[in-house]
């Protein structure tokens, strides 16, 4: 049903956009940073790398600025992990601490209120060494990082987010995951490494709620409703073991601390099952999300096992891929939806289904949902006089804040909505060009010209929705 008497976005309403610090910070090597997995990992030699980006530490002012301007009621950005522990957990980083110290305050100056992950995508290389996520001492470093977080920036800082899209650092392991390279058994590690870091994520709930019991803490997984490809109900199981796989399991665990049963079964065939004990689950049910974040980019389509002989067309398998992510086709197989556009890297353009992504998520879980992430990757262009119509962008996020007034029509809490990204930076995968934000940086993949900043057309828009509080869309 479509509802014609719309309910208006909430009083109070978070407004934002997002960033991550690996992507947008830059000074990858000063100030006492520690390097990260990302400063280890292996690009397209064509692509930017993740050592300037958008240049951010050294353009704090100019960019908080520009974001009041904006009109931004909330940023959501990541802490390095690196740069506060260069090696990951012991002695902390002063610089470190004082960047995030400068930044927060230019918030607040703002009345910006910061949304803080505490981990996205950048383990500290000097734990990645000991084993990473696969070594369990590694979730006692993320809770002393965490608890750190908590005391240097916890009378300021009131939402946190604990980690950024754990279920695609797990189904995508090989991409932007941290298991060491020729680890045997790698489905199986990866599935031991998901259950450190829901540990990791518990103790650093709790510990929040002990030390901020006025703070809110939430995962931020990315979640996405899953449709099967046909109305057979093998395709329809399909897609139930596919959502349960994709999405349940995370949040079932964070919410509910309990194994998904649909994922469980999955991983006790394929001999995936991670090592777990009786005090841990305890654990898990202590530890108790205030909110739901998601990212959401796009909806996948998926069939059976028994569509495994029938060619799959490339563009579709690859806009399934690189969200969705691949585990083995004896339980979906990707197939393209030819009710959907793509966008020009293939992902899908798919606003209905952020609407019942929504529903799906709060039906579940009834807890309040902030968006934060969505948004469209494009080539955008300078024009002359240093202006960019990005009115495709403005096409994008507007359907989806309609969808998203639906949803809370349909009566989901919602908190607010992050889009991603406050400024254009580097993405994870294909480099500067593919840009998100609602503010120009002026750079190309090598070549990183005098990194100016100039207004997209959508951040003119934005402001306005903003101002009307989502009235003028
Ligand atoms: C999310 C990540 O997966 O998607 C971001 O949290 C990322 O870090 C975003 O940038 C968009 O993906 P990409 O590959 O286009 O940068």
Not at 86 to 113: C, K, M, S, W
Not at 216 to 231: D, F, L, Q
Not at 317 to 346: E, W
Not at 370 to 399: H, M, P, Q, W
Request: hydrophobic share 40%; glycine share 6%; aromatic share 14%.
């Amino acid at each position: 049903m479509q509802h014609q008497q719309l309910t208006p976005f909430p009083q109070g309403f978070m407004w934002g956009a997002s960033t991550s610090a690996y992507q947008v910070e830059g000074a990858w090597n000063e100030e006492g940073k520690g390097p990260s997995v990302i400063d280890h990992a292996v690009f397209n030699a064509e692509l930017s790398d993740f050592k300037v980006t958008s240049d951010h530490y050294h353009h704090l002012q100019e960019d908080i600025a520009l974001f009041a301007e904006l009109g931004l009621k909330t940023y959501r950005f990541s802490i390095s992990w690196a740069r506060l522990f260069p090696e990951g957990t012991g002695e902390i980083n002063p610089l470190g601490v004082a960047f995030y110290q400068r930044l927060i305050d230019l918030l607040g100056q703002y009345h910006i209120e910061p949304l803080v992950t505490l981990y996205h995508f950048d383990l500290p290389w000097a734990l990645q060494q000991q084993g990473g996520w696969s070594n369990p001492e590694t979730i006692a470093a993320f809770e002393e990082y965490a608890r750190t977080a908590f005391r240097l920036y916890g009378d300021r800082v009131k939402y946190w987010l604990t980690i950024n899209e754990q279920n695609m650092m797990i189904l995508k392991g090989e991409v932007i995951g941290t298991l060491p390279a020729d680890t045997p058994d790698p489905q199986r590690a990866l599935y031991q490494q998901n259950h450190h870091m829901m540990l990791a994520q518990a103790r650093a709930m709790i510990a929040c709620h002990q030390m901020l019991p006025t703070a809110k803490i939430g995962p931020a997984p990315n979640i996405s409703c899953i449709y099967p490809a046909t109305s057979r109900p093998e395709d329809v199981l399909a897609a139930n073991n596919f959502s349960a796989i994709r999405n349940w399991l995370y949040l079932d665990l964070a919410c509910f601390g309990r194994y998904n049963a649909t994922a469980w079964s999955f991983l006790k065939e394929k001999g995936y099952l991670p090592q777990i004990t009786d005090d841990e689950m305890a654990l898990l049910r202590q530890g108790k999300p205030d909110f739901i974040a998601f990212n959401y980019y796009a909806s996948a389509t998926v069939g059976a096992d028994s569509a495994k002989d029938k060619p799959e067309s490339g563009a579709a398998n690859r806009a399934v891929d690189q969200q969705m992510a691949g585990i083995d086709r004896s339980v979906y197989v990707g197939v393209d939806n030819p009710y959907l556009q793509k966008n020009q890297f293939n992902w899908y353009i798919d606003p209905l289904g952020f609407r019942i992504t929504a529903r799906e998520i709060y039906e579940r879980y009834r807890l309040p949902l902030i968006v934060t992430e969505n948004g469209l990757g494009a080539f955008d262009e300078l024009a002359s006089g240093n202006k960019i119509y990005d009115d495709y962008r403005i096409e994008y996020l507007r359907c989806h804040l309609e969808q998203l007034q639906q949803a809370i029509s349909d009566g989901v809490e919602v908190m607010g909505y992050c889009p991603w990204s406050a400024i254009d930076l580097v993405s994870t995968h294909q480099g500067i060009g593919k840009r998100y934000g609602f503010i120009y940086v002026n750079r190309d993949e090598k070549d990183l010209k005098d990194l100016a900043r100039f207004k997209k057309k959508s951040f003119f828009w934005y402001q306005q929705v903003i101002r009307s509080n989502g009235e003028d869309l």
